[in-house]
């Protein structure tokens, strides 16, 4: 086994602050009596952790081209009708017309991605027309300001009766306003409950954003992790009640209208070719969430989401200028991507937690803990984790992705990795891409000439397949950016993140208005009301109670392994330097399992002694024959002794958590990957009509269709499934009805009859088609007072932990 060793650090690596571990310890009041009372004034160990989660769903809409929102905003647009005289007079290629127009004869299945709804306004009561009008108003709070300039664009009259025309996501918050305020006789703890989580249902990208409708712990003996899949699972099921609840309360059926939201992490295959024929300007008129709901200046975040895509597609753009530089692109022949880039339209899901330890002494001035130590702390901690990340993708969540011969465009399938790895690991992750990929002729790797005709005439007599992918959004998403040398991210120095932002701006890849974006992002006390940490690289659960669970205990446990390593002295800034390539070195990991590339290469003599500490315990490794100076490490080896570091430095942390099942769980789905692991589970599922289970044999196009049809019919009904699971055992054995004012709003629902009788009866409506509106606000009203009680069993007062 090749012996790994570090060189002396020298002064450009150090970190401009550095505080002692005994100090840390003293104002955080760590026991150090003994191991265990170590191990449970940690932040995030035992009871300290706090979590929530925001998830971002995908939407569609099911109808006739006549009657769907998207098409006859585009056929109706000057956009369309100027662009047709223009290509009738030859004033410009037809090209344009015929992919327009393709995109609008192709929807044989009538499945219309992200298209918003319309319904007359007379279907709204009272109460939601009221909340339909504040949100329009260009203040909200201020009840006396003018409209948004824009306000005409959500309605319409048609017939001389008056429409609304708006987003799913901004559908879903009406229809549950419409619910709570469907009349007197509701009970005041459902109207107030149900008034509270209006705020929940956030949207500023394409899809809906929902966040979690309370913050959770660990309970009992089921772990943090347990407890927030179980509100995300219910509050997933509640989504589809709203939305069954709107197709026959605002008449969307009687007009030809059926909403689909469901988890899906890739922008749609028809999504993708619209964007590559028409302008960046009226793809975001089109798919650009107008930000009705969850801003006080709804048009001013409009106006944000509008920049965000600006500046991705630039970056995009940008990318190819870095691709030249590095090597990968040899020639002035490149495709160039559409002005327009549809990476707003990835879907994850963020994982947040928090420390209550933390966030108590925050809040208090005369405990010795400040800001600066938060920070110094923090960037250190997701340096250490970053480590641990490539542990995550296909493994917990998944997003798999065909790529067909066509598609491998360096400039197209590399995505914003150009921006978040350096020179070295790119050139290295796309010989490696290339090797694994099914594009050799006569034993050498050949990408795409241009011509997709000519690429698919190559691609037929040479039988290249192209790549599949376990978890492409990973890739195609803008997820880190890379830091500058003079400006790294996580040094530890309060305004890191902003000088590094100024930089990259000037470089014309990012802008200083928009967050950063990093795999995992410290939540600062000051700016969020909790300590903590933001996980965003999540895509799709198979499961949300076996996958999100899990991997939310995880994000716990590597957590407090690192705080374990910050304040027993044993890992500190020096010793994870601050430069591009050390910062490179790790994330390369990361993207490698993502594309599920078997190896990877290291310094042999690396800067980054916590990263050789973990080589150390990896069985088998060899020097390259390729790169000078580097070791190739086998992913696989690197995963397994990740988890033999845990088991070796955290087995404390472990029995503290309760995750012995948790850490077993995680070694098969690495060693099996292809029935245990998430993205194994997905691509069994998606493929389980063909007579293979290898994706290479399947187009890519047909098989990422077929994926997007999986997760609108089959998983949204799985989801659906297990949501009513875990909602109806906790109906059954959930003692919420014993507070007097739930029961007493219980009785009012369902009188003498047994709540949990009713939801099984939705449950079997659901399997069919939707349940009957009453039956359905019964269960609504049901749903909303339990997670009253949810909300309160966590205590809500609680203002330490994630939100």
């Given amino acids: ?167 799913v996501s901004y559908m879903l918050k009406l229809a549950l306003a419409d619910a709570v305020g469907s009349g007197a006789h509701i009970h005041p703890l459902i109207r107030t409950t149900g008034e509270r989580m209006l705020a929940h249902f956030s949207n500023d990208n394409t899809s809906p954003e929902l966040f979690s409708f309370y913050p959770v712990s660990r309970s009992g003996s089921a772990s943090v992790g347990h407890e927030l899949a179980k509100e995300t699972s219910v509050r997933f099921l509640f989504t589809q009640m709203l939305v069954a609840y709107a197709e026959e309360k605002f008449l969307l059926r009687e007009y030809g209208q059926q909403v689909r939201v469901f988890f899906s992490a890739s922008p749609p295959v028809m999504q993708k070719q619209l964007n590559g024929c028409i302008s960046d300007s009226f793809y975001r008129h089109l798919f650009m969430n107008p930000c009705l709901s969850g801003w006080s200046k709804g048009e001013e975040k409009h106006g944000y989401m509008k920049l965000c895509h600006k500046v991705l597609s630039r970056s995009q753009i940008n990318g190819i200028a870095k691709l030249k530089e590095a090597g990968i692109i040899n020639s002035n022949l490149v495709t160039l991507p559409s002005s327009s880039n549809i990476s707003l339209a990835n879907n994850g899901t963020h994982i947040s937690i928090g420390s209550k330890k933390l966030g108590d002494l925050l809040k208090n001035s005369a405990s010795g803990f400040a800001p600066a130590h938060e920070k110094y702390m923090g960037d250190l901690v997701i340096k250490i984790v970053e480590h641990f990340l490539c542990l995550f993708p296909g493994t917990f969540s998944a997003s798999p992705h065909r790529l067909n011969f066509e598609d491998f465009h360096p400039e197209q399938a590399l995505g914003f990795l150009p921006h978040e790895i350096d020179y070295t690991h790119l050139r290295m992750i796309w010989r490696r891409w290339k ?102 690289y999540f895509s799709i659960f198979e499961n949300i109670m076996t996958d999100m669970g899990p991997a939310t205990d995880l994000e716990n446990l590597i957590t407090l392994l690192a705080y374990q390593y910050v304040l027993d002295g044993s890992v500190d800034h020096t010793m994870i330097p601050d430069s591009p390539e050390i910062e490179s070195e790790r994330r390369q990991i990361f993207f490698c399992s993502a594309i599920d590339l078997p190896t990877f290469f290291i310094k042999t003599r690396t800067h980054n002694k916590f990263l050789s500490r973990i080589l150390c315990r990896v069985k088998k490794n060899r020097q390259s024959r390729r790169y000078s100076g580097y070791t190739r490490i086998h992913l696989k080896d690197y995963k397994l002794a990740l988890l033999d570091l845990i088991h070796h430095d955290g087995q404390g942390l472990i029995e503290n958590l309760n995750l012995k099942g948790m850490m077993t769980d995680i070694e098969s789905r690495i060693r099996s990957p292809k029935t245990d692991s998430t993205g194994g589970k997905l691509l069994n599922k998606i493929l389980a009509s063909e007579k293979s289970s290898n994706p290479m044999k399947i187009d890519g196009r047909i098989f990422n269709e077929q994926a997007e049809q999986f997760y609108i019919e089959t998983l949204r009904k799985q989801h659906i499934m297990e949501g009513f699971n875990v909602f109806g055992d906790a109906v059954s054995q959930s003692d919420f009805r014993q507070a007097p004012e739930i029961e007493t709003a219980v009785n009012a629902i369902f009188g003498a009859s047994d709540p949990a009788k009713g939801v099984d009866e939705t449950r079997q409506a659901f399997l069919t088609q939707n349940p009957p509106l009453d039956e359905m606000i019964n269960t609504l009203f049901l749903m909303i007072l339990f997670i009253n009680h949810e909300t309160n069993r966590f205590d809500p007062k609680v203002k330490g932990g994630a939100k």
Wanted: proline share 4%; hydrophobic share 35%.
């Fill in 1 to 167: 086994m090749r012996n790994f060793q570090t060189l002396k650090k020298t002064p450009e690596f150090d970190s401009p602050t550095q505080v002692a571990p005994a100090d840390l310890r003293t104002v955080l009041d760590i026991k150090t009596s003994s191991q265990g009372a170590f191990i449970e004034s940690l932040p995030f160990s035992g009871q300290d952790t706090t979590a929530g989660s925001e998830n971002e769903l995908q939407v569609a809409v099911l109808g006739t081209k006549e009657n769907l929102d998207l098409a006859v905003t585009i056929e109706d647009s000057n956009y369309y009708k100027n662009l047709m005289r223009r290509a009738a007079r030859g004033d410009t290629s037809r090209r344009t017309i015929i992919g327009l127009e393709s995109y609008l004869a192709e929807k044989k299945n009538n499945v219309w991605e992200n298209s918003w709804v319309r319904f007359p306004r007379r279907v709204l009561n009272a109460y939601s027309n009221n909340i339909f009008n504040a949100d329009l108003k260009s203040d909200k709070t201020n009840p006396t300001s003018c409209l948004r300039s824009d306000a005409s664009k959500f309605m319409f009259t048609r017939q001389g009766e008056d429409f609304i025309r708006v987003p």
């Fill in 435 to 536: 090797r694994k990929a099914s594009i050799r002729i006569l034993g050498k790797s050949v990408t795409p000439f241009g011509p997709i005709w000519l690429d698919r005439l190559i691609s037929q007599c040479f039988f290249l397949k192209g790549d599949y992918i376990p978890d492409f959004r990973l890739i195609d998403y803008f997820i880190s950016l890379m830091s500058t040398h003079q400006s790294p991210a996580l040094d530890g120095i309060m305004g890191n993140g902003d000088r590094l932002k100024n930089d990259l701006t000037q470089m014309g890849i990012f802008d200083t208005r928009m967050p950063l974006y990093q795999l995992v992002r410290i939540r600062e006390h000051a700016q969020m009301g909790y300590s903590g940490f933001e996980h965003r």
